[in-house]
């Protein structure tokens, strides 16, 4: 390690390590939340309170694509339910995916073959798995906001998307 120092030291440099860290390298490997809990500001609602936040998560919801072009799942995403169009329904999905890193689609169909006639999405927090003695999920239980009387869901009716958490087995956030 001499010689290399040595070299260095010809030709103006110095190594980093004699310095030790600079001031602005922890900043690097923070995350935005660490970030701005170090400066005191953390954002609660980061989807509305950081345009960068905002940016970022809609211009993936926006370029969400398909490459069904008729057909019964067709007409089915052309007017997913009675609130919401194809583009807002894509548009919640990822926007709740990027936020949480999970979003839950509620279908209505009687079984697992079945078509869904609607498809809804509510916001994935409120939602916690139901689970047998093995830990298996064995369905879905909605919070409406009353904080008692949960709507139960049947894994037939619930689609699950999430980001992949190495700390929970099943939540993505």
Same mark, same amino acid.
Request: net charge positive; hydrophobic share 40%.
């Given at each position: 390690?001499?010689?290399?120092? $040595?070299?260095?030291?010809?030709?103006?440099?110095?190594?980093?390590?004699?310095?030790?860290?600079?001031?602005?390298?922890?900043?690097?490997?923070?995350?935005?939340?660490?970030?701005?809990?170090?400066?005191?500001?953390?954002? $609660?609602?980061?989807?509305?309170?950081?345009?960068?936040?905002?940016?970022?998560?809609?211009?993936?919801?926006?370029?969400? $694509?398909?490459?069904?072009?008729?057909?019964?799942?067709?007409?089915?995403?052309?007017?997913?339910?009675?609130?919401?169009?194809?583009?807002?329904?894509?548009?919640?999905?990822?926007?709740?995916?990027?936020?949480?890193?999970?979003?839950?689609?509620?279908?209505?169909?009687?079984?697992?073959?079945?078509?869904?006639?609607?498809?809804?999405?509510?916001?994935?927090?409120?939602?916690?798995?139901?689970?047998?003695?093995?830990?298996?999920?064995?369905?879905?239980?909605?919070?409406?906001?009353?904080?008692?009387?949960?709507?139960?869901?049947?894994?037939?009716?619930?689609?699950?998307?999430?980001?992949?958490?190495?700390?929970?087995?099943?939540?993505?956030?």
């Amino acid at each position: 390690m001499k010689g290399i120092d $040595s070299i260095l030291g010809r030709i103006g440099l110095v190594r980093k390590s004699a310095i030790g860290p600079l001031p602005g390298d922890r900043v690097i490997y923070k995350s935005l939340r660490e970030l701005m809990a170090t400066q005191g500001s953390v954002l $609660s609602k980061p989807y509305k309170e950081s345009i960068w936040v905002y940016a970022a998560i809609n211009a993936i919801a926006s370029n969400v $694509s398909k490459k069904i072009e008729e057909g019964p799942i067709y007409e089915l995403f052309q007017n997913p339910n009675p609130l919401m169009s194809q583009r807002q329904l894509f548009e919640a999905t990822m926007i709740f995916l990027g936020l949480k890193g999970e979003a839950i689609w509620i279908t209505e169909r009687e079984n697992i073959t079945q078509l869904p006639k609607e498809i809804w999405t509510f916001d994935p927090s409120r939602f916690t798995p139901a689970q047998n003695k093995e830990g298996q999920v064995t369905g879905w239980l909605y919070d409406n906001g009353t904080g008692k009387d949960p709507v139960p869901f049947a894994t037939h009716e619930i689609l699950f998307f999430r980001y992949f958490n190495p700390y929970d087995d099943i939540r993505g956030r």
